[in-house]
């Protein structure tokens, strides 16, 4: 009888273990914190594949008010570029006029369900405080799970069983705000 009981507790807990790590495994931001109006290299964390199954791809949707995201490369996987089209063009970078965003960014490779890897994108943020979501599907071999899901006002981030990965922007503290120094 006590056999019996610590195969059906020690079952439970393997199951608690493995929900926690679940729960805990989410896509997020290495950083995850950036200053409104600066150019940010954000890299998202991927954890882990759908079950056993290897992820084959991560498709990042670029929230509205990012107006230049830029994918860094990775050895060994594609990437494709989706674009869409500026309500009105903005100035870029040397003056030259910008008249569509990248909307959404995917990698198409091979990671292991047993490995992390991150995906790296360079981005000017906006001119603006608070939270940024950028959904993500992530697809597998066998199935895929999709990080979109926003909390409500209020709620915290993790109250949402498959929240997207989230940047905050965070005016910078008064006493960094170029002092001068003479």
């Not at 079950?51 to 490369?73: F, L, M, W």
């Not at 599907?137 to 989230?166: L, N």
Request: glycine share 8%; aromatic share 8%.
């Amino acid at each position: 009888m006590f056999a019996n009981f610590m195969r059906v507790a020690g079952a439970g807990l393997a199951l608690a273990c493995l929900s926690l790590s679940t729960a805990a495994a989410h896509v997020v931001f290495a950083e995850p914190e950036a200053a409104p109006n600066s150019y940010y290299a954000g890299f998202l964390r991927v954890s882990h594949g759908c079950g056993d199954s290897p992820t084959r791809a991560i498709r990042v949707e670029i929230p509205d008010g990012v107006n230049v995201a830029r994918p860094q490369p990775k050895p060994g996987w594609t990437l494709d570029i989706e674009r869409a089209p500026l309500a009105a063009s903005i100035s870029g970078e040397g003056g030259h006029a910008i008249t569509e965003r990248v909307a959404a960014i995917t990698w198409r490779g091979e990671l292991p369900a047993d490995q992390f890897d991150q995906f790296g994108i360079m981005m000017r943020l906006p001119d603006q405080t608070g939270p940024l979501y950028f959904r993500v599907t992530q697809t597998c071999a066998e199935g895929e799970q999709r990080w979109e899901q926003i909390p409500a006002p209020g709620a915290a981030w993790h109250s949402a069983p498959h929240p997207a990965p989230v940047l905050t922007l965070v005016a910078p503290p008064a006493a960094s705000r170029g002092h001068d120094h003479h």
